[in-house]
């Protein structure tokens, strides 16, 4: 499951492919809240990323949203589909500037066929289909799009999974061009008509049936999958700083007191009764008019002190408010349990869940699946304040099943343990592109960690702490179960597990260059002991041994721990890995990198069994002599 959104020729994205933001690696509610970081160096486009979000949120396009690198009809249709796929089932929501349109259709396609045996059909059928929007259509553009998929099935014939690719990349070009010019889309009914037996007409032919709805029809039917709203509140927040001066006024001044009339506004008290109120106290001097109404002020001040607590998750010592209606000025005061405090002097975390409450929170109510959007936070705190203020954002987030989305170029709000929340946002002759795995950036170089320098402009240095014990590991799901187990197991030390992007295959030519110049690379990275964690494969085993005993870099193969250990995956018992969703019914090992980073974030939830806890602890002992 996840929730995407897509841009296409908005602004300078998407304008010759869709461009995705992952948004939600799942839709379980009580799982699916997280933090998003956007990264990327100045003009990159990350405000274009997050403008996405905002026009999405507000259910229109504007003529800003229209790109101006290109005067083309075809590339000044902006698009945004925010798109949530589950049980073989996508459902879409798409703005344009012709307004929204809703959709979901049947199910997708259960590859249930042998392609072996259907494959002269299948290639006909592409052949065809070529020719016949080729002859409508008098170009090339498409022809070109069937001989480049013509060419991949023809080379993978043999290859199930490869070939379920291929298809399923033809269907989306295909439709595309459907959705775009009925000719065709007319093409393809005729194909239909012509070949109604052909394997590729009745896998396909529903995905062109997709089924439009009413607003109405779309958010019920969402919710009864998802149990979520289908069209997420979308807050853009402006970071408000509110501090003790401003929980106090005088009657005149309090119109101007954005703080206590949002506060005044979410109880349903009005202005004009606290001004009556006064009126009658400064007349005939009686005070009881003010404790009256203070008195009803604060008996409904407990719905609020009651929200503030649930959303903060508050434990024993809850928060309390208090209005007080003096005769010169009106005073908001704060209480943790029986004891009063200071704003000024509470923590960071809490001060920035202050100013989020009562700027945003106390005026909007959240509901699992919306989104909060942030651009640049925290510049003006410190470092350690930058950090307690993520560490917030994320068990919050987590907490309330909502998607918090920041866009920075604050180093100290990277978490290492967590690179797998970060977007990365490129951009190449005026187009930005965002890359929501930056472990699939610069593939020829080990350092996982470059396109975030990159895109923070900072050295190494700033990112990694040269006292900590660094352990490359070989890709993503590695680094998240790892990460999760030394949470899981409560293993102390300073460790830092950093992925890498492979070792190369043992099959290509000149591989142990290859292996050679990578682990000059790692020893770049972590110039004092670095210890890089392998497979137990043959890649895993050239690379031991290149690095002999004289090498700066330590290569540990999982097997030195126990010689059953050849991946990771060996180190769960068979039980946890299908309790986990880690193993498919014919045995095969499931490696997503969403299903790890889920795995990481929940660990706490999970009970592991006896042998699988017992094979990390073995694993971790091999590192505590290192």
């Known amino acids: 499951m996840e929730r995407i959104l897509l841009y296409e020729k908005f602004r300078n994205l998407g304008l010759n492919e869709p461009e995705k933001l992952v948004l939600n690696n799942t839709l379980e509610k009580g799982r699916m809240g997280n933090l998003i970081i956007l990264v990327g160096a100045n003009n990159s486009g990350k405000s274009n990323v997050l403008g996405g979000l905002v026009e999405f949120g507000s259910e229109s396009l504007q003529d800003r949203d229209i790109t101006t690198l290109s005067y083309d009809p075809e590339y000044r249709k902006p698009k945004l589909t925010l798109v949530s796929k589950t049980n073989g089932l996508n459902y879409k929501c798409e703005l344009s500037q012709k307004g929204i349109v809703y959709s979901y259709p049947s ?41 480049e998929f013509y060419g991949k099935i023809s080379e993978n014939r043999n290859n199930k999974e490869m070939l379920m690719r291929v298809f399923r990349d033809f269907v989306i070009i295909f439709k595309k061009y459907c959705l775009e010019d009925n000719i065709y889309l007319d093409a393809w009914n005729e194909f239909v008509r012509q070949y109604p037996n052909n394997q590729l007409a009745i896998e396909f032919d529903q995905i062109f049936n997709e089924n439009k709805h009413s607003k109405e029809i779309y958010l019920k039917s969402y919710k009864d999958n998802f149990n979520i709203n289908g069209l997420p509140n ?14 106090n006024t005088t009657i005149s001044n309090l119109n101007n007191n954005k703080f206590l009339l949002n506060v005044l506004n979410k109880i349903g008290v009005k202005i004009e009764e606290i001004k009556n109120a006064y009126s009658s106290f400064e007349k005939l001097q009686n005070r009881g008019a003010l404790k009256k109404l203070e008195k009803s002020i604060n008996r409904k001040l407990e719905s609020i002190s009651k929200d503030f607590n649930k959303l903060y998750f508050a434990d024993a010592e809850k928060y309390s408010f208090e209005i007080t209606l003096e005769s010169t000025k009106i005073f908001f005061s704060l209480y943790r349990g029986n004891g009063d405090i200071s704003l ?48 917030f954002l994320k068990e919050f987030a987590i907490k309330n099943d909502l998607t918090i989305i920041l866009a920075t170029h604050v180093p100290f709000l990277i978490d290492l343990d967590y690179l797998d929340e970060l977007r990365v946002i490129s951009n190449k002759d005026n187009i930005s592109y965002i890359a929501n795995d930056y472990s699939t950036i610069n593939l020829d170089d080990p350092d996982s960690l470059k396109p975030i320098k990159e895109a923070l402009t900072v050295n190494n240095h700033v990112l990694l702490d040269p006292d900590r014990k ?26 830092t597990f950093l992925p890498i992007k492979g070792l190369g295959n043992v099959r290509e030519p000149g591989i142990k260059e290859k292996q050679k110049q990578i682990s000059k690379e790692l020893i770049k990275i972590k110039k004092h002991n670095p210890i890089l964690l392998v497979d137990a494969d043959k890649a895993g085993l050239s690379m031991k041994n290149i690095n002999g005993e004289d090498s700066e870099l330590t290569v540990i193969p999982l097997s030195q721990a126990d010689p059953n250990f050849k991946n990771i995956e060996d180190l769960f018992s068979r039980e946890d890995l299908e309790k986990l969703g880690l193993i498919d019914n014919k045995g095969k090992i499931i490696k997503y990198s969403s299903m790890s980073s889920l795995i990481k974030l929940f660990v706490d939830e999970y009970e592991f069994s006896a042998d699988t806890l017992e094979n990390f602890r073995k694993l971790f002992k091999e590192f505590e002599n290192l």
């Open 107 to 147: 199910k997708t396609v259960d590859w249930t066929f042998d392609f072996e045996i259907r494959f002269d059909e299948i290639r006909n059928g592409l052949i065809y289909l070529r020719d016949i929007t080729y002859r409508r259509r008098y170009d090339n553009s498409l022809s070109n799009k069937f001989d």
């Open 234 to 247: 979308i807050y853009n927040y402006v970071d408000s700083k509110i501090s003790n001066n401003d929980l």
């Open 344 to 391: 000024d002097y509470q923590s960071t975390g809490f001060k920035w869940f202050f100013d989020l409450y009562f700027n945003l929170l106390c005026k909007n109510a959240l509901e699992p699946g919306d989104i909060i959007i942030m651009d640049e936070p925290a510049t003006n705190l410190h470092v350690m304040g930058q950090r307690e203020l993520r560490k």
């Open 470 to 495: 660094v352990i490359f590991v070989e890709g993503i799901t590695d680094y998240n179960y790892l990460l999760a187990m030394k949470q899981k197991l409560n293993i102390e030390g300073d460790i």
